[in-house]
């Protein structure tokens, strides 16, 4: 029973977070490649600022993978 | 001869259980190949007198990824010329001017680009080899947390020590000091968060990456694991080394940049009551 609801909680934690942010990095990218088409002379610098931020909404869906990781291994 | 056929069918016959063994579907259980993998315990102690050195898979990883990019370090800087350049001494070219001009892009310039450029590049490609070392069933490094807190740890100084190098004591305090004094605080505490952020992306993906490939394992045990284990081991270790190098890039420009801002205001606050006068 216990080792079950600690699976379920791994798999909500990684299955919310990773939803949300896969979102998250779907309409980011969207937008900037809008922004690319209307002005290809940015693009470069729309580029760099762009792999940034994917970075960092990318950094919290592996907290939440390592939190899950956590949980399944460690109860 | 007879007795030399004999060694040789028992010995194939050996051979072929364990085969079977290793590529059977579902032969092996997840759980405790994983649970065994988590194991950071020494496989061997090195005694030099009464003092005893523990060695951990990492560490052995660690020394052979050092020892690969020493030789890789010697090969690329032989034959060094100025003109009718050799393919090798392109491809050093071009590593170096991509590392120049991301770290330019970041607001440095080419002489704050080029001394920070050896640190951040062999950071980087540390850690690629470290994590593409996998591919030949060595641990990856990165898989052990010690090995990317230290790493970021050691990305955190490097920080520090350029902001103070390139800009000098006063400069490094202006950085702290960006936009108001008052939230000096806040950009000290931003030197506790980085190196953990650092530390958990490099582990979270690699140790996923891992997991990930040893259940590819357990279910289809042929062909499968070995091209996916390129894209993991090889293309993600390759990705998360770039970020890492990129972000401490970034901070490192962060710093320049701050500093550079604080010394406009502070100009702009002079010309201000100049003009009072």
């Known amino acids: ?75 | 001869m007879v007795v030399g056929k004999a060694v040789l069918s028992g010995f194939s016959r050996i051979f072929f259980n364990r085969l079977w063994e290793h590529l059977k579907p579902g032969g092996r259980d997840l759980g405790e190949t994983i649970r065994s993998s988590i194991d950071f315990s020494p496989i061997w102690t090195i005694r030099v007198g009464k003092l005893s050195i523990p060695v951990t898979g990492a560490m052995v990883s660690l020394v052979v990824s050092a020892l690969i990019l020493i030789v890789l370090g010697v090969w690329l800087r032989r034959g060094l010329r100025k003109h009718k350049i050799s393919g090798k001494q392109a491809l050093a070219e071009k590593l170096y001017l991509v590392v120049i001009n991301l770290s330019e892009s970041f607001g440095m310039n080419r002489r704050q680009a080029e001394t920070v450029l050896p640190w951040t590049l062999t950071l980087g490609l540390y850690i690629f080899v470290s994590n593409a070392i996998a591919v030949v069933q060595l641990p990856a490094a990165a898989m052990n947390p010690a090995v990317p807190f230290s790493l970021a740890l050691f990305a955190v100084a490097l920080i520090i020590v350029m902001g103070i190098r390139l800009l000098g004591l006063k400069g490094f305090w202006y950085s702290l000091i960006d936009p108001i004094p008052g939230l000096l605080p806040f950009n000290l505490l931003d030197y506790l968060i980085k190196p953990v952020s650092l530390a958990l992306r490099l582990f979270g993906n690699v140790f996923g990456g891992f997991i990930l490939l040893q259940f590819v394992k357990t279910v289809v045990p042929l062909i499968f694991p070995s091209i996916l284990g390129l894209w993991f081991d090889v293309a993600a270790g390759l990705l998360q080394a770039v970020i890492f190098m990129y972000l401490t890039t970034s901070y490192i420009g962060e710093v320049v940049e701050k500093s550079n801002n604080t010394l406009e205001r502070i100009a702009q606050k002079r010309q201000l009551s100049e003009e009072k006068v």
């Open chain 1, 1 to 75: 029973m216990e080792k079950s609801l600690v699976a379920l909680a791994a798999a909500l934690a990684i299955g919310a977070v990773g939803s949300i942010a896969a979102y998250a990095i779907s309409k980011m990218a969207g937008k900037a490649f809008d922004s690319m088409a209307r002005q290809p002379e940015v693009a470069s610098r729309v580029q760099t600022s762009l792999t940034i931020a994917i970075v960092f909404i990318e950094t919290c869906a592996i907290y939440a993978l390592v939190v899950s990781l956590l949980l399944v291994f460690v109860f």
